[in-house]
């Protein structure tokens, strides 16, 4: 093989980390390859724009079936986002037996399945290392590295916006508008924030982790997912005080057939590493019964990091190409989905109550939580203003149902005026 030729679809962040990747590391990649790399042809939305990277204007087309319908063009990388119309252009060009990487966490998470199985069924490779924790290799790790182990758990921080804008909260006592705004600023943030803020990106992320970690056909769906925007500096301050640090936590546990995944802010115990992985840094554990614990970190996001985990699929391709080995390493789910029901998840939690500040309201609330079978671990209450006060509580491990119906129960209480904030208690 003379040359090995790249249709890249997307010139933003990622794809002009891509280009500088390649140009600058090409010693490396004929190394590694056995034959020189090179870019054929860009998609882009707009020729006259001004980039961080400067390509020869022949290699750039507005078209796409100029890269999709090429013969000449052996791989297709995917940094451009979007669902519907990206899902139809990789299709065809899996069709059309052109191995595909992407960094679409958004598409793979809604249709992997579906493009796997036309990558196998074609002989092609797709790779999607890039879609989850930026330049950190956890989808090859979870997939080869613990190929002989079984995974119970994966536990982490996967968005690095949420990750920065809390770390900002906690280290400097901004307020969530203003930790956005700064990450706006540095282009860390999106625009229009709401699937990084909301959690939408990082359940994404834990549905590939837990298709790859458990063998499930997991889908977004499957994912309780909760955001970061109405987290308030006063809880990450009570949280502070209790020993704890407030961390978006992506949560994929197994319990014999039976899995539960979760998106949500949640309390990491100050001593825990987590607990230092500031910015907009990624860490991701995962437990196995074999090897135990054992941790993945850095940068979840960013051009080159990001670009790093393309050209890595791209020299795993290259690799398979020289081989001949195409399509032989997608992983298919070996075992049926089944999700915990309520009563089966059990977790510590913290809760803030704003409560009426008179006799017999400590006693109320807490034979309440005797009624759901709740134990408190630690309680503390701090007046506030006139006849109210905050009470704020830590449980020993409950199902979340019983969690579910102490809710309830304290909303309908006569002595709590409501419930403040509640989160999970993770590590």
């Known amino acids: 093989m003379e040359k090995i030729s790249i249709g890249l679809l997307g010139l933003g962040t990622v794809g002009s980390g891509v280009v500088k990747v390649i140009r600058n590391h ?16 860009i998609l882009v939305q707009d020729s006259a724009k001004s980039r961080e990277v400067v390509v020869d204007q022949e290699l750039v087309t507005l078209d796409p079936n100029e890269i999709v319908d090429d013969p000449a063009i052996d791989i297709i990388v995917e940094v ?11 299709l065809r060009a899996l069709e059309k037996k052109k191995h595909v990487v992407t960094a679409n966490k958004d598409l793979m998470a809604l249709h992997g399945p579906e493009l796997l199985e036309t990558a196998s ?5 797709l790779f999607y290392e890039a879609s989850v924790a930026g330049g950190i290799p956890i989808l090859r790790s979870v ?29 400097e006592g901004k307020s969530y508008e203003e930790a956005l705004n700064e990450a706006q600023k540095l282009g860390f943030a999106e625009s229009d924030p709401e699937a990084d803020v909301e959690g939408i990106d990082a359940a994404r992320k834990m549905a590939i982790l837990s298709t790859l970690g458990f063998s499930m056909n997991v889908g977004l769906h499957d994912v309780r997912f909760k955001g970061i925007t109405n987290i308030s500096q006063q809880d990450i301050e009570y949280g502070k005080r209790l020993g704890y640090t407030m961390k978006l936590i992506g949560v994929a546990e197994r319990d014999g057939e039976k899995i539960d995944v979760t998106v949500q802010p949640a309390l990491v ?3 825990h590493p987590l607990a230092a992985v500031k910015n907009e840094n990624n860490a991701v554990y995962v437990y196995g019964e074999a090897v135990g614990e054992t941790m993945f970190y850095g940068p979840g996001a960013g051009s080159l990091p990001t670009a790093t985990a393309v050209v890595s699929d791209l020299v795993g391709v290259m690799r398979n190409m020289r081989l001949g080995v195409n399509g032989h390493s997608a992983a298919f789910p070996q075992f049926t989905k089944k999700m915990m029901e309520a009563d089966e998840v059990f977790k510590k939690y913290f809760i803030r109550l704003v409560v009426e500040d008179e006799v017999g309201t400590l006693a109320e609330v807490t034979t309440l939580f005797s009624k759901e079978g709740i134990s408190v671990e630690k309680i503390w209450q701090n007046p506030t203003r ?7 509580l830590v449980t020993h491990k409950a199902s979340r149902k019983s969690f579910q119906d102490i809710l309830v129960e304290l909303n309908d209480s006569s002595v709590v005026k409501h419930v403040g904030s509640y989160y999970r208690i993770e590590i």
């Not at 080869?144 to 770390?167: C, E, M, P, Q, W």
């Not at 006849?387 to 704020?392: D, L, Q």
């Open 386 to 392: 006139g006849s109210i006060s905050e009470i704020v």
């Open 121 to 125: 069924k074609n002989g092609c490779d």
């Open 269 to 271: 115990t100050d001593s």
């Open 26 to 41: 090409q010693d490396k990649l004929v190394h590694g390859v056995g034959c020189p790399v090179g870019i054929k042809k």
């Open 80 to 90: 451009m986002g979007g669902i519907e119309e990206t899902r139809k252009l990789l």
């Open 143 to 171: 997939a080869d590295g613990f190929a002989s182990d079984r995974i119970h758990k994966i536990i982490g921080i996967v968005n690095g916006t949420t990750n920065y804008i809390l770390t900002k909260m906690s280290d």
